[in-house]
Structure formats: C-alpha cells, structure tokens
C-alpha cells in the first residue's frame, strides 16, 4: 500500500522553494503537513504555496533542523506572542 500523500506548506525563494517550519505553543520548531490543500487553505490562506510529499520524505527532509516532529492538520497558527496590553 502506498503511504499517504500531505500537502505541505513552502516559501518561494530565488532559485527554489523551502519549507515552511513553524513553532509550537512551547515555542519548539514543528513541520505541518495537511490532509487535504482545502484544510491548509482553511489554516494558512488560500494564496499558501504547497507541495505534495509523504511523511517520510517530509521527516528525511528536516533530520537534523532541530525540529521536534511534523504535526497533521493543525487547527490553526499564531502570528507569535501575543501582544501584552498596558492598561
């Protein structure tokens, strides 16, 4: 049986195109894969740039980035810390 395909978000650059790593709540860095470009549009835009890779191939391409690990179809995505309001 052939392993699932995810859709994975990446940045364009110059000459070709990276992933996008993101952080956990914790603050550790995280690869994202999605099930399906309708679930990554939903979290991350419609105009998210993505490919198409196998966990495998996904996790052969972050060994050794210091990422913890690759979570599937997360709920959604901070911009960063959340500003802290001075009354």
């Known amino acids: 049986m052939p392993e699932p395909r995810f859709f ?4 364009a650059g110059a000459y070709a195109m990276g992933l996008r790593l993101f952080r956990t709540a914790s603050g550790e860095r995280t690869a ?3 099930s399906s470009p ?6 991350l835009g419609p ?4 490919v198409v890779l196998t966990v495998p191939a996904l996790r052969s391409m972050i ?3 210091d990422v913890t690990g690759v979570v ?3 709920a959604g995505t901070m911009n960063g810390p959340a500003a802290k309001q001075v009354a």
Not at 38 to 43: D, Q, R, S
């Open 8 to 11: 994975v978000p990446v940045r």
């Open 47 to 50: 105009q998210e740039r993505w």
């Open 32 to 34: 994202v894969a999605f």
């Open 63 to 65: 060994a050794g980035l």
């Open 38 to 43: 309708l679930k990554l549009a939903k979290v």
């Open 72 to 74: 599937v179809d997360p």
